[in-house]
């Protein structure tokens, strides 16, 4: 069963992935959003990777789906990415 905060803790994660990606899109040729759990810090996580093949189902989101045209650029899509923190977290 996941807490409130869970959820929150995984939003900011993705959060600060798509920021870090904003911030060097370059840096990527086939950027996507990767979410996983990692069992050694037993939580969900969330990382930008270059060139992974995989689905949703795999936590393989395409990075048009975390970003939005905001008014000043492209910035993180907060409803988004909320939808996916609640996706892979469920409060009981």
Same mark, same amino acid.
């Given at each position: 069963?996941?807490?409130?905060?869970?959820?929150?803790?995984?939003?900011?994660?993705?959060? &600060?992935?798509? /920021?870090?990606?904003? *911030?060097?899109?370059?840096?990527?040729?086939?950027? %996507?959003? $990767?979410?996983?759990? @990692?069992?050694?810090?037993?939580?969900?996580?969330?990382?930008?990777? &270059?060139?992974? /093949?995989?689905?949703? *189902?795999?936590?393989?989101?395409?990075?048009?789906? %975390?970003? $939005?045209?905001?008014? @000043?650029?492209?910035?993180?899509?907060?409803?988004?990415?909320?939808?996916?923190?609640?996706?892979?977290?469920?409060?009981?």
């Amino acid at each position: 069963m996941a807490r409130i905060q869970d959820i929150h803790n995984l939003e900011e994660s993705i959060c &600060d992935a798509v /920021e870090k990606y904003l *911030d060097n899109t370059d840096g990527y040729r086939h950027p %996507v959003l $990767r979410v996983y759990y @990692d069992k050694d810090l037993m939580l969900y996580c969330a990382e930008m990777d &270059d060139n992974l /093949e995989g689905s949703e *189902d795999d936590g393989i989101y395409a990075i048009d789906t %975390v970003v $939005r045209d905001g008014d @000043d650029g492209f910035e993180p899509d907060n409803d988004a990415i909320s939808d996916i923190a609640n996706s892979w977290l469920f409060l009981g």
